[in-house]
């Protein structure tokens, strides 16, 4: 047993190696007795991933404390059904005024321990507002703000932005929140590999999730941008030091319901064929600006 916790139960070991195959660092290698072991090495290497007791078929490997009975086995899933949730995937922007069950709260917030991160860079960050009553008293902090900052004599470009916000504010228009009870912000490490990918596929899971459980979700730009621009947000949302906001989403009982998906114009597809490589000065430095563009 190493620091990794890795344990081989040899009754139920069939020899087969897909652990050491799967294990992309390449942490584990067969004993002399063709038991998977730690490799040397390896345990520095290992990224914690928990592939190899995924991918056991007998149940016989542990590792890091984590045991395969208490993991849920892979089930076959109907793809037309999964297919029929992205379909129907909808930005609400109409929610009832009350608090989602404790229930189904607990549901999306445990989910969220298995959203993907690059290299299992596990240190993404999520501030939910699970209470209404919180989900108030931010929406009229920063509506206040926003009327407050276009009041005063500042820039012209900026009150312009700003301007038709404090309209509709002032006309009792949550153009912000859009009157959700809930809103989930993620963040991530500076210094994350995937910083900046990681909180986008975190939550598209979520809002997925959430459609499956007949709740309501929103992708919020605006709300990003008022934690942006109001950073004593950041604090309330408890966002730590070397943190790098990400987006935030808003979610809630939905007060309207769809009926069907919508029939969106195709995406730009092409099929990649073999060659085709060459390409002038001009266009590779167009494209290498077009690439690294923020």
Known sequence: MTNLEFKIDESKCIHCGQCIKDCMVGALEFDENNIPKVAKGGENR??????????????????????????ELVREYDSEEILNLIKSRRSFRHY????????????????????PTGVNNHRLHFSIVDDIEVMEDIREYTNKKIIDLVSKPIADTLSKKFERYKKAILNGNDIIFRGAP?????????????????????????????????????WCGLGYNALSFFPELCKQFEIPDGYKLSYTMLFGPADIKYTRAVQPEPFEMVSVKKGGREISFIERVKRVFWNRTI
Request: with cysteine.
């Open 46 to 71: 290992c990224m914690k991933c928990q592939h190899c007791l995924a991918v056991c078929p007998t149940g016989a490997l542990s590792i890091l404390g984590k045991n395969p009975e208490n993991s």
């Open 96 to 115: 009832k005024k009350e608090n989602l069950s404790p229930e189904i709260m607990a549901k999306l917030k445990d989910m969220l321990n298995w959203v």
């Open 182 to 218: 809930h809103m989930i912000v993620v963040s991530s490490p500076i210094d994350a590999p995937c910083r900046d990918v990681d909180p986008m596929i975190a939550l598209s899971y979520f809002e997925l999730y959430a459609q499956s459980l007949g709740v309501a979700t929103c």
